[in-house]
């Protein structure tokens, strides 16, 4: 049952532009699945799906699997619009983007197949990346600067 659901989301997500988990918990809901909102989150964070701006202003959700390579184009193009700068403390890489960015960036930085990233946190304009070790701190911020400058 819980593949199925998570096939429906996915399939809902491409189909309607979803801003709110309580949108989507309608959606399902009116589709045959009995889902509350607590239900959804989990499905959100299983799914891995985040939110990207729309192109009106609004925002969707859209699943971040790094596996399609028309997203990976995406992911890129977004990273190399919006990025600033990076730095490492240690283990954890600092990505500065253009205000109100980061975390599409951060979502972008997560679909990429990079083993050595463990995750991202982002704020406003900030980006923290937690990296396994220094060497692959050092490693991915070569990444994301061979990225930006191609």
């Known amino acids: ?9 996915i399939e809902l997500i491409r189909k309607y532009n979803i801003e709110t988990q309580e949108e989507l918990a309608d959606r399902l809901n009116s589709e045959g699945y009995n889902v509350t909102q607590a239900t959804v989150s989990r499905d959100i964070r ?4 985040t939110k990207v701006s729309d192109g009106t ?9 790094g596996k399609d390579s028309s997203m990976s184009d995406k992911f890129i193009r977004i990273l190399k619009e919006a990025y600033v700068s ?3 403390a240690q283990n954890i890489l600092v990505v500065k983007t253009v205000s109100g960015m980061a975390m599409a960036v951060a979502a972008a930085i997560d679909a990429m197949p990079w083993p050595e990233l463990v995750g991202c946190i982002a704020g406003d304009d900030t980006i923290m990346c937690a990296v396994r070790t220094v060497e692959d701190t050092r490693n991915l911020m070569d990444k994301i600067h061979k990225l930006v400058k191609s």
């Open 86 to 88: 990076v730095d490492m």
């Open 57 to 65: 202003g609004r925002q969707k959700y859209v699943a971040l699997d």
């Open 46 to 49: 299983e799914l891995k799906l």
């Open 1 to 9: 049952m819980k593949a199925e659901r998570h096939a429906k989301v």
